[in-house]
């Protein structure tokens, strides 16, 4: 199970990550995809094992399809705003420190 690939979308975070965990030679196709690179010398990031790429979450992005093998990344997402928003309330500081 799994997914061999992931349609263009934006994520719900400031900063989105993925890491590669497989070796590059245990599939084919697979990687980033970035519409907004189109026009320059590829829309699509294929970073090495153990390298991580992160992006800011709303830019658009997909998962380019993996033809062969198998591909396994770790991805993540963070959310600053609500986890700043929270240590405002927690430390008294909501509505009196700098803005957010």
Sequence with gaps: SGQRGLGEHVDDSELSFNLLLSEPGSFEGGGTR?????????????PQQGEMLAHFGRLRHGGAPVSSGTRHILAGFVRCRPLAEMWQEMTGLAGGGPPI
């Excluded at 970035?34 to 294929?46: E, N, Y």
């Design 34 to 46: 970035f519409p907004s690179l189109r026009d320059m010398q590829g829309d699509t990031l294929k």
